[in-house]
């Protein structure tokens, strides 16, 4: 199991199973979202995501409804984001997560977008213009 918070701590989540397709995405949103040269994300079963505390203190962006981001409306730390369209899947930013993390980054992805200034380590790991093959 998975614990993990924001920043300020008014917001706890449980995670009881795997993260899947861990990858470094440098699209200019997660840039945006992360404030930085790229975001680490992970998929997450729906089923296997709870929000154990301050679930109130959770907001929401998104430019539709159905595929948006939620961020703790005091600290601002990003927490997860939802897409209607896989709506067994959240998508969870891992820098959020305080336990060890067993599983690890498979692929740089949104490679031709990334920040002009960032240089990619060669880390060995394969590099994707948009998503990895299989999503
Ligand atoms: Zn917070
Ligand atoms: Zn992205």
């Not at 924001?6 to 995405?25: D, Q, S």
């Not at 840039?31 to 203190?57: C, L």
């Not at 692929?107 to 998503?131: C, M, N, Q, T």
Request: proline share 4%.
């Amino acid at each position: 199991m998975y614990i993990g918070g924001c920043l300020c701590g008014a917001i706890r989540f449980e995670i009881t199973g795997p993260i899947r397709n861990i990858v470094y995405c440098h699209c200019s949103q997660c840039r945006k979202v992360q404030g930085s040269a790229y975001a680490t994300n992970g998929i997450v079963n729906a089923a296997d995501f709870q929000i154990t505390q301050g679930e109130d203190s959770l907001s929401y962006y998104g430019e539709t409804a159905e595929q948006g981001k939620y961020f703790c409306c005091r600290c601002a730390s990003p927490i997860m984001s939802k897409n209607a369209a896989f709506a067994d899947q959240v998508r969870v930013r891992l820098g959020t997560i305080e336990s060890m993390i067993s599983e690890r980054p498979s692929a740089h992805i949104f490679v031709s977008s990334k920040a002009a200034w960032d240089e990619i380590p060669d880390d060995g790991l394969p590099r994707y213009d948009e998503h990895e093959p299989g999503r």
